[in-house]
């Protein structure tokens, strides 16, 4: 099977298109930005409650209202945002300092107790997948660690902000030649989701796309990715 | 117990689930031989009819809540609440959970563990089954039990690819094996 153009490369490096018959477009035209909750002209505030119902989320937004409505619009082009955003959007809890001080953990657990906003979550990437000739789909463990998967397995290091972690993957469970996706539930420096790319891409399977639920804007994260697409629902800051 | 008793004898989608199931010798330890159903996830119809027999079991028992156990159980779960229209619950080993939880401990080979859930994530009255890939004493169903009934919610059943008949557990309740008999009659002769 075909695997020269398919070795590890940094993050900088240029991938050769897939044929053209299953090019999905660019995600920034695709990117689906919330509008934050409730908002109401002012700038909205970040509230964290235990109360998963009488208390949206609100993603804090950093820029103007009228600095958001011009990259809606501009987001709108010929693509209108999808109505379930919104809904996805204020299923997800924002809880501070956790796991540590100064960090705005997005908790996605709410979204899975709201049946309609997890449905349309699944819904949404499955529409976009389901006819690009996709066979795997790699789940990312979060703060994963190695020495969970029995067998034989490679592995691959990423940087924390504080030392390092390892990923790993069965061998053999995936093919060279595959068409995968990478999917996990948020993308924030990109260091995770890099390494998930990595250990495919080591033995051969062609990332098509990595999908996340959130993106949190200001890491660098889809620099970190490169040229490798990127296809995100809800945008937080 | 096992799907033989349960009236799903001859299942034709019972063997292929559990041929697809690989056992590693000495994992996590000497002496252990590991159910590793990470094979059964890559073959697209085992993967898909082990979802299918839970679904077409709970879809009309009004379950509004599936309670996955961490890690395994994520893997069945998800899949299983959105067929039937229930929320999804991670039950998580300590401190994954951001935000308020309650806690329930549960007894180890040696020393004990922890499983933790969201407060609020279940409402009193809301009818609930269980999800692991395999039970072996039930310490880990158990705790998962008693978590969803300190949040007063009814526990219909629990559910496991997997069960290992040669452990005797103690339940505190009755639980559904989805057991696989071919597996089992395989486990024993290596």
Redesign the interface.
């Known amino acids: 099977m075909m695997r020269g153009s398919l070795l590890p490369r940094c993050s900088n490096s240029i991938f050769p298109p897939p044929p053209n018959s299953n090019r999905l477009q660019p995600p920034s035209l695709k990117r689906l930005s919330a509008p934050t909750a409730a908002s109401s002209g002012a700038q909205s505030r970040l509230t964290f409650s235990q109360n998963y119902r009488t208390a949206p989320n609100r993603l804090r937004c950093s820029v103007s209202e009228s600095q958001w409505k011009q990259d809606r619009e501009m987001a709108t082009g010929d693509e209108q945002q999808d109505p379930r955003i919104a809904g996805i959007s204020s299923a997800i809890r924002v809880i501070p300092n956790f796991p540590k001080p100064g960090i705005m953990f997005q908790d996605i657990t709410t979204m899975l107790l709201d049946t309609k906003a997890f449905k349309d979550t699944i819904d949404l990437f499955v529409e976009r997948y389901r006819d690009k000739n996709i066979s795997v789909v790699a789940g990312v463990e979060a703060r994963g660690k190695p020495n969970k998967l029995p067998g034989e397995v490679i592995s691959e290091e990423y940087s924390l902000e504080y030392g390092t972690d390892k990923m790993e993957m069965h061998v053999g469970a995936v093919e060279a030649g595959e068409r995968a996706l990478v999917i996990d539930d948020l993308i924030a420096t990109g260091g995770t989701l890099c390494a998930a790319v990595k250990l495919l891409e080591r033995v051969g399977v062609n990332v098509v796309e990595c999908a996340c639920v959130i993106e949190l804007l200001g890491l660098k994260g889809r620099e970190r990715l490169g040229d490798r697409p990127l296809f995100v629902l809800v945008n937080a800051t | 117990m096992f799907a033989a008793e349960n009236g799903l004898k001859g299942d034709p989608r019972l063997q292929g689930i559990s041929e697809a199931i ?1 056992v ?1 010798p000495h ?2 330890k000497p002496g252990i031989m ?1 159910q ?1 159903i ?1 094979t059964l996830l ?1 073959d697209h119809k085992a993967f898909k009819d082990t979802v299918d027999i839970f679904v077409d079991r709970y879809r009309d028992m009004d379950i509004s809540v599936v309670a996955g156990v961490e ?1 395994r159980g994520f893997m069945f779960g ?1 899949a299983i ?2 067929a039937i ?6 039950l998580r080993k300590p ?6 939880v309650i806690s329930e401990a549960y007894e180890l080979e040696y020393g004990t563990d922890c499983l933790e859930m ?4 279940v409402k009193p009255g809301e009818r609930a089954i269980v999800i692991d890939d395999l039970v072996a004493t039930g310490g880990t169903l158990s705790a998962a039990i008693r978590l969803l009934e300190r949040s007063e919610a009814e526990v219909v059943e629990c559910a496991c690819v997997i069960g290992l008949r040669e452990v005797k557990g103690q339940l505190r309740i009755a639980v559904n094996y989805r057991s696989l008999s071919m597996k089992m009659l395989r486990h024993r002769l290596t």
């Open positions: 690989r590693v994992f996590p590991f590793d990470t890559l890690a998800p609440a959105l229209g229930a929320k999804f619950v991670p401190r994954k959970l951001p935000g308020k969201h407060v609020g994530a």
